[in-house]
């Protein structure tokens, strides 16, 4: 069945968003096994999610599988690219070129995902110019002209906390609408602007909860 398209009036949860990029990688990595076909159950099983959870959160853009047979693999990759719009490849600016940055430039893991850093920003001029992964660190003074000439719409944020606010303030005024952050702190951005989150610290704390600690120390 084809793809349906969400309704404007229809507000898909954010929370089910959230879990199709890990259908989408669970199913990449089915597919890189030779797997042609697979269902809810097991999909739920790799994922430890319930598969009617699976099951309702695909009937919002649609019917991909079929009674008995269950999804084709390749087919609900195609749709569930189509559905998060990674039909093309995302340009993506990093900002910061300190040890993180230079480790987000460096990984190439994202194209095949479907980004491409493709742009690096920095204060420090003993940075500038240099070159990380075949892209050359631009000066945080060509930052606006650079987005705004090249209508870059996805940052990765690798700044101190303390100017991590002001930087995206610059972006956001810039054009950038989706913004991945790697400071430890929470940051204010327009309704229109999507913001993540990747903090370990925050993810090990959220661990340690669960942990038995009564040997540990």
Do not use: C
Request: charged share 20%; hydrophobic share 40%.
């Amino acid at each position: 069945m084809a793809l349906i398209a969400p309704d404007k009036e229809t507000q898909i949860p954010d929370i089910v968003i959230g879990r199709l990029p890990v259908y989408l990688r669970a199913l990449s990595f089915m597919h890189q096994q030779g797997k042609r076909t697979t269902s809810s159950s097991e999909l739920g099983r790799r994922l430890g999610i319930s598969s009617a959870q699976i099951r309702k959160d695909l009937s919002h853009f649609g019917e991909f599988g079929k009674q008995g047979t269950g999804y084709h693999v390749q087919h609900l990759i195609k749709e569930l690219r189509l559905i998060l719009k990674l039909d093309n490849i995302w340009p993506v600016a990093v900002i910061g070129a300190g040890f993180l940055g230079h480790a987000l430039a460096s990984y190439n893991g994202f194209e095949e995902r479907g980004f491409q850093i493709r742009w690096i920003f920095d204060t420090d001029p003993t940075q500038i110019g240099k070159v990380i992964n075949g892209i050359t660190i631009q000066s945080m003074n060509e930052l606006e002209n650079t987005i705004e000439l090249k209508h870059i719409k996805i940052a990765l944020l690798a700044v101190p906390a303390v100017h991590a606010q002001s930087v995206t303030d610059r972006l956001v005024d810039a054009g950038v609408e989706g913004i991945l952050n790697y400071a430890p702190i929470n940051l204010v951005v327009p309704d229109h602007v999507n913001i993540g989150y990747s903090d370990p610290v925050v993810q090990l704390q959220h661990m340690t909860y669960y942990i038995n600690s009564d040997d540990q120390f």
